[in-house]
């Protein structure tokens, strides 16, 4: 019952196939830039460093991340297939010319205010949606931070981090990689070495944070990649819900993305991290797209402390993500719920660890995988009870939804138990929408299309019910247009 | 309303009718009865245009309007509703979602603007109700861990929801108990009307003792080989196919 499964895909002939779906986040911004050359050696690292201003700790944490990294190799994983990355083509550094401080947004670039607004995320904050204050990130640079002072009448720190990072020096240095240590994965090294922006949160003690806190991530240079840093703290008792979001211009090359989220939770906090990725996924032919190899991972420092990931992935060419919670307080809790729709020639792996450290822990994992044309979709899930977490409890469900007879699924369930008391549960499914399915909604009036949707939003619904209500139906809109054409 | 003639048509290329002559018109109720396996519900399935379903020879009409280009969700929004035989589950849908849909895809396709909240929440109410269904029902997923009396019903309260000009009924009979099938019952003969037309596909009569039908025709091997009215049901439940059987013979 725990052991790796595969299933291929097999399916269907009348469920035809997958055409064109329009990337409508897809164009560029004319904007001036400050773009470093391709290349990266240890001056490049030090510039970055330089052209922020950072203090001292920051360039040395840099540098040593940097050295570790050229000294690992780049992993090689079973499911994903892609050409080989030349990291001395990528520049490590974009950010839009501009004003070097912004105090009002009369001093953004008209341009930028423009993308967000084609991206539907006007950044004046009459317009925004109510509640959800917003950081955008374009290429590298945090554009802007809207309420940041209502939030900081509560006590809440939202801000980019490069921000933080002269504001807030202490709690940088306390928590950055506190979760995610450089050498942890290639990835988180490199992003380490060379991340230029993202944002900082820190919610402190018994404050619950009064708006959605959201981040807008958009890359817009060619040839550059993005390596956001995200670091959000929940002191004791404290709540926050994090939203990001991200897109990217429709490019035959493709472009890489390796963010890394830390997220720390004391004693009886609890933080809710929800993502919608719709980066660049590239043509039906495999063209182009972003690589989004991410590090996302949760602390559970404090009892009864909580983490909650939800992601809805229809984006990316390729996807490497497994968010993570440790649960190293007693009573934790740890949830990751995932929709990752795979289509044309997309390609993703994902899933979650959880690590059951402390007593009476538990975790819930709920993986929707979506597979259309020639996608493939991987779940990849470690459950790990170590010695001391009597009592651990996990629950995991893994689902998969079949569509066409060219795409596959696969299911990588691993448990690692090492203390008696735990009581873990895996379900797992693997289906496609049939035609009897389709017949049934097509005679009471939908079409194929709308058949389609509300079926994979069926499936769809435990993870969307997790979702702020907003972004829940934003995610629904994504799936339909990803899966335009799904059906002849 | 509809007019079937000399229709053959194949089940992914198997044979199955072998030309049908049947005229519906608008107010009548039909039943259709016949052993297992004669072809009932490939002329259901045919009728409401399921992929695999083919025609391969004579025509169906409806509303003079010969209907073989036009798609299942073409057809249901023109009118034509299909009680299935085995309702199909829609996991994470709720029967109410599912419905509101129908009713504004339908909508949409006449023509006229969507159904308001208010007005869709008064009216599933009310047919609800008809059909003696629990409101929880309604917020379940379609069909979803219903026990087959309850599938039934749902179908029956979907028809009545989505009011069709014909409505075919693949045995919403079977399986069911006389409770439920008077409730089954009801639903139809509150849907019966001077321009709809019912046609029940039935293995037993006494469906036909709370729906008295206009005719009933018997199918056999993809064939009406004989039609009466009332009293024809009974016959056959009485003696049974063979004599019809026999009556065939005689006649070749
Ligand atoms: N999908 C199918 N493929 C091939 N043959 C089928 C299929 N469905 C039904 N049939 C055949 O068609 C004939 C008529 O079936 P059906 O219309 O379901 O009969 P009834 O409803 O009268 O019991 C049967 O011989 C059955 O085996
Ligand atoms: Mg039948």
Redesign the pocket.
């Known amino acids: 019952m725990y052991k790796a499964m595969t299933e291929v895909a097999e399916q269907n002939k009348d469920l035809k196939d997958l055409v064109k779906r329009e990337y409508k986040e897809g164009f560029v911004t004319e904007i001036e830039s400050d773009t470093l050359a391709p290349g990266l050696d240890e001056d490049v690292v030090r510039l970055i460093s330089e052209k922020k201003g950072e203090p001292e700790f920051m360039l040395e944490y840099r540098l040593k991340a940097f050295r570790r990294w050229q000294k690992m190799k780049e992993p090689d994983w079973a499911h994903i297939n892609y050409p080989k990355i030349d990291f001395q083509a990528i520049s490590y550094y974009s950010a839009p010319k501009a004003l070097p401080k912004l105090e009002s947004l009369d001093q953004v670039d008209p341009k930028l205010l423009e993308t967000y607004e084609k991206l539907g995320i006007p950044l004046e904050e009459q317009k925004m949606l109510a509640n959800v204050a917003v950081d955008a990130v374009f290429d590298s640079v945090s554009v802007r931070t809207t309420f940041r002072e209502t939030l900081s009448a509560a006590g809440v720190i939202f801000m980019p981090i490069s921000e933080a990072v002269h504001e807030h020096p202490e709690l940088v240095k306390k928590y950055l990689s506190s979760v995610v240590p450089v050498q942890d994965n290639y990835y988180a090294a490199l992003n380490s070495a060379v991340f230029s922006d993202g944002s900082f949160v820190f919610i402190p003690k018994g404050v619950r944070c009064p708006m959605e806190l959201s981040t807008y991530f958009r890359i817009n240079e060619m040839n550059t990649g993005q390596f956001e840093r995200t670091l959000i703290i929940a002191e004791e008792d404290a709540y926050v819900s994090y939203l990001e979001g991200c897109t990217a211009p429709q490019r035959d090359e493709n472009q890489l993305h390796a963010a890394v989220v830390e997220l720390i939770a004391h004693e009886g906090a609890e933080i809710k991290y929800s993502t919608v990725q719709n980066w660049y996924p590239g043509d039906e032919n495999g063209k182009g797209g972003i690589y989004n190899f991410v590090t996302k991972r949760g602390l559970c420092k404090g009892d009864n402390s909580k983490i909650s990931w939800t992601q809805v992935e229809t984006g990316s060419a390729i996807t490497w993500k497994y968010p993570s919670v440790v649960l190293q307080g007693d009573n934790s809790v740890g949830e990751f719920y995932s929709v990752a729709l795979s289509h044309n020639k997309q390609q993703a792996d994902t899933g979650t660890k959880m690590i059951h450290m402390g007593k009476n822990t538990s975790s819930t994992i709920i993986s929707k995988g979506i597979s259309a044309g020639h996608g493939q979709n991987t779940y990849r899930g470690l459950v790990k009870v170590l010695k001391g977490a009597d009592n651990a409890r996990n629950f995991s469900q893994c689902d998969s939804l079949l569509m066409g007879d060219r795409c596959g699924a696969h299911t990588f369930p691993y448990i690692e138990v090492q203390n008696p008391s735990a009581n873990l549960e895996h379900e797992a499914t693997t289906s496609k929408i049939s035609e009897d399915q389709l017949f049934y909604l097509m005679q009471r009036g939908l079409s194929a299309e709308a058949a389609v949707s509300m079926i994979v939003n069926g499936f769809c619904k435990e993870v969307f019910r997790e979702l702020p209500m907003e972004f829940a139906v934003e995610a629904q809109k994504l799936l339909d247009i990803s899966l335009e054409g799904a059906v002849g | 309303m509809l007019s079937i003639k000399n229709l053959h048509a194949s ?2 290329d ?1 044979p ?1 009718l072998n030309g049908i002559d049947l005229q519906v018109n608008a107010g009548e109720v039909h039943a259709i009865m ?1 052993p ?7 002329l259901a399935n045919v009728i409401a245009g399921r992929p ?1 379903y083919e025609i391969t020879a004579g025509s169906v009409e409806y509303l003079g309007q010969d209907i073989a280009g036009l798609e299942a969700d073409e057809r249901a929004c023109e009118g034509i509703f299909l009680a299935f035989q085995y309702p199909v589950e829609i996991p994470g849908v709720s029967n109410m979602a599912m419905l509101k849909a129908a009713i504004n895809s339908i909508r949409k396709y006449r023509g006229e603007a969507e159904i308001t909240a208010a007005d869709f929440l008064k009216l599933i109410r009310n047919k609800a109700e008809l059909v003696e269904m629990k409101q929880e029902f309604l917020k379940r997923s379609v069909n979803e861990g219903f026990s087959g009396g309850e599938k039934k019903r749902n179908e029956i309260l979907q028809m009545a929801m989505l009011e069709p000009k014909l409505a075919l009924l693949d045995e919403t009979d079977s399986g069911l108990d006389i409770d439920a099938l008077k409730i089954v019952a009801q639903g139809v003969n509150a849907l019966r009307g001077e321009d709809r037309a019912i046609v029940l ?1 039935t293995h037993y009569q006494r469906l036909l003792d709370y729906i008295v039908p206009d005719f009933v025709h018997v ?1 056999s091997a993809g064939k009406i080989v004989k039609s009466g009215d009332k009293s024809l049901a009974l016959k056959l439940e009485q003696e049974g196919y063979s004599w019809i059987e026999d009556e065939l013979q005689q006649a070749s």
């Open positions: 089940v992914f198997t199955i016949g297992n396996g004669s072809g009932k519900s490939t695999g596909v199918l």
